[in-house]
């Protein structure tokens, strides 16, 4: 039985969804009927292609702003921009995010605030300008794309487990806020998937350790994952399109695993 999420006519933001699993979450969206406002970094002619695509396939809004996600003005205006062209925001799904990996005494400085700006800053400040859209509508959906590192942590990954850490707990603060406006605030905390970036560290890992990518995969990226499988993109946009839409009413200030047992241990 195919289920219907009812999402027709809403809107959504989507950061970081020029690649990846913004990418596949905005997908999903549009393929619910849903109008989409994409955000990201990338080939101008390469986001553009994509976008007007989507529109074609689906037949629902979809545009682009460029914010940089590190800067709080931009961010602001993404909001409103995709408040003024949709007439409302629905759901916002805060994805955007950038890694370093090095140890903490050996940590750039620009690098740490980059990664704190985007991977969590950020997540605020979409949300605080999204969330009096949300309340004037008494309905809104916002979907934090955590990690499993916003749970356990990793050596060299300082900063992307800080940063994923507090995705997670302001995901719980703000949910507590607007528990009772109709807004639900949630947390997917995916593990391993397998996105244009991982799949270069997969061949580089194989050239630098002199070992098959197979063996990358299973003894090295999925070490910590006990299926010893990738996440799927559309295992991810299946849980966001649950805590988006009705069925999901209840579910607040959670957050959710995706990640083959991982953090189960």
Same mark, same amino acid.
């Given at each position: ?42 080939? $101008? ?15 629902? #809004?979809? *545009? ?9 003005? #931009?961010?602001?205006? *993404? ?23 090095? $140890? ?9 605030? #980059? ?60 949910? *507590? ?10 947390a997917i905390c995916p593990g391993y998937v397998k996105t244009p970036l ?68």
């Amino acid at each position: 039985m195919a289920i219907n999420y009812r999402l027709e006519g809403h809107a959504a933001v989507v950061t970081g969804s020029t690649s990846g699993i913004g990418q596949a979450m905005a997908g999903a969206l549009a393929e619910q009927g849903v109008n989409v406002m994409l955000n990201g970094f990338g080939d $101008a002619a390469k986001i553009e292609a994509d976008r007007a695509a989507l529109a074609a396939r689906t037949g629902v #809004q979809v *545009l682009f702003h460029g914010a940089d996600m590190s800067k709080p003005a #931009q961010i602001a205006d *993404l909001i409103a921009t995709a408040h003024k062209a949709f007439g409302r925001i629905d759901i916002l799904v805060n994805n955007a995010g950038v890694q370093h990996v090095a $140890a903490v005494d050996e940590f750039p400085d620009e690098k740490w605030d #980059q990664i704190i700006g985007i991977n969590l800053s950020s997540v605020f400040h979409a949300t605080k300008h999204a969330l009096p859209v949300m309340k004037g509508q008494g309905r809104g959906r916002i979907v934090n794309i955590a990690s499993a590192h916003g749970l356990v942590a990793s050596p060299f990954k300082s900063a992307y487990v800080a940063a994923k850490h507090g995705v997670v707990g302001f995901t719980k603060s703000t949910a *507590l806020e607007v528990a009772r406006a109709g807004i639900t605030v949630n947390a997917i905390c995916p593990g391993y998937v397998k996105t244009p970036l991982v799949e270069m560290q997969i061949g580089d890992q194989a050239r630098t350790r002199g070992i098959s990518p197979e063996r990358v995969v299973e003894e090295v990226i999925l070490a910590a994952q006990p299926n010893k499988a990738f996440v799927e993109y559309d295992q991810l946009a299946g849980m966001m399109l649950y805590l988006v839409s009705d069925l999901g009413a209840s579910t607040t200030g959670a957050a959710y695993t995706i990640d083959g047992g991982w953090t189960a241990a």
